[in-house]
């Protein structure tokens, strides 16, 4: 008898030792790995335990009980059974952290409201405050051809604070990959929100969206292959109000390529003398194969502080790398150091100078500015290796250019030299186009 029982012993533990071998193959490397070593296991809820599994069918209910009774502790969420996690909008509420297993795949249902006074999106941060979010390279997901509205998002932090998204790839959303903001909230604007390195790719509208917050950083991300409603942007930072807020905004190494219009756009055509100053930096970012690479658009004359870009390139856009449109002179300032276009108009056939030039500063027909300018263009490069670049410096202003200050352009390749800083239109009767050249 006591033979027979040592050998029930032996055999149950064989079985708690495979079953054990089992989870770690299903769940990868060791769950420590996502939780920390320093966390204990009574703080880390394994979202299984309500039920959860990914089989593909809609959880949404079970997801959202996972999410409420986690708050204060770690949510895990393991590899999926089935193919992706189906769910519905989610509410992430505060105080809580969220980890993915690596092979994570989370789908959006095809039925979430589009309409502008209800929309749902997958996660909605509204009025959250202090949540870490780590997809550990886990990928969100919707199928944008169920959307024809652009306010879909798959990750949309509203009024919220303290919100940190990491390692997260958020592809093909109805509206965005990520909107950051303030829409009908308690909140004037989001705070101290990061994004690190997230890829964010194929959305509706944008890869990122910013429309009102104070301290965003943006580091090691990907906004590329928007496409389907404008802007169509990689990046847009536009507030929806004179009282949005765009404070202490900075984003280094970042990418923004294939977008159907911009790389990296700010539009301000919204504040006014009682808008707070902006504050945005770009540094060392990088514009890849977009219309045009980075874009200043309709600076409102009214509005003030600075939109800075720090050591950024851009390379092989459609049209002009930098591009300032119909923005005051007497707004905003815009500050360019040591920033390179390459190769722009790779693809143009319009044979206008303001479709095929390295930096450009015009006007719109149909929203001309009386004054353009306000710009500072510091040890900046204009590298031309193909045909499609007819001048590096193109200025038409349709009225007046003001305050434009230009240290040291360099131009290399094919360039014809005497096209390197052209200007056109009603410039006569202003002098405050500064230019300390060099070699043009």
Do not use: W
Not at 65 to 89: C, D, H, M, R, W
Not at 280 to 301: K, V
């Amino acid at each position: 008898m006591l033979k027979f029982s040592l050998i029930l012993l032996i055999i149950f533990g064989a079985s708690l030792k495979n079953n054990a071998l089992e989870n770690r193959r299903e769940n990868g490397p060791d769950l420590q790995k996502y939780i920390g070593k320093q966390k204990k296991s009574i703080d880390t809820i394994d979202i299984r335990t309500f039920g959860v599994l990914g089989n593909g069918g809609d959880e949404t209910k079970k997801i959202q009980e996972a999410l409420n009774k986690s708050v204060g502790k770690t949510l895990y969420i393991p590899k999926q059974k089935g193919s992706f996690y189906l769910s519905g909008q989610l509410i992430v509420p505060s105080n809580l952290e969220i980890i993915c297993h690596k092979e994570v795949v989370f789908k959006a249902k095809n039925n979430l409201k589009q309409d502008i006074e209800n929309f749902e999106v997958l996660f909605r941060f509204e009025n959250s405050k202090n949540v870490v979010f780590n997809g550990n390279g886990a990928k969100f997901f919707m199928e944008r051809k169920f959307y024809k509205s652009e306010f879909n998002h798959l990750f949309m932090i509203n009024g919220a604070s303290n919100i940190t998204l990491k390692n997260i790839l958020a592809e093909n959303s109805g509206g965005d990959g990520i909107y950051v903001g303030a829409y009908k909230t308690r909140s004037n604007y989001s705070q101290n929100i990061n994004i690190i390195n997230c890829k964010s790719k194929y959305n509706r509208r944008q890869g990122l969206s910013i429309t009102s917050v104070s301290s965003f950083k943006a580091e090691n991300s990907e906004f590329s292959y928007s496409r389907g409603s404008a802007p169509c942007s990689g990046v847009d930072i536009e507030p929806n109000s004179s009282n949005s807020v765009l404070k202490n905004i900075h984003f280094k190494n970042c990418l923004a390529q294939g977008n159907e219009r911009r790389g990296f756009l700010v539009t301000l055509s919204r504040l006014n003398n009682k808008s707070q100053s902006v504050d945005i930096t770009f540094e060392n970012c990088r514009a890849l194969n977009n219309y045009n690479g980075f874009t200043s658009m309709y600076f409102s004359p009214t509005s003030s502080g600075e939109v800075r870009f720090i050591k950024c390139i851009a390379e092989n856009s459609a049209n002009s790398g930098f591009t300032e449109l119909s923005s005051s002179g007497l707004g905003a300032k815009k500050i360019y150091d040591s920033c390179i276009s390459k190769n722009s108009s790779k693809n143009s056939i319009n044979s206008n100078e303001v479709n095929n030039s390295g930096f450009s500063i015009y006007n719109v027909r149909n929203r001309k500015e009386k004054y353009l300018g306000n710009s500072q263009f510091i040890n900046c490069e204009v590298i031309s290796e193909t045909k499609g670049v007819k001048c590096g410096f193109f200025v038409e202003s349709g009225g007046k250019v003001i305050n434009v200050d230009v240290k040291n352009l360099q131009f290399k390749g094919g360039i014809i030299k005497k096209t390197n800083l052209l200007i056109k239109d009603n410039l006569k009767s202003t002098r405050s186009l500064s230019v300390a050249r060099n070699d043009f």
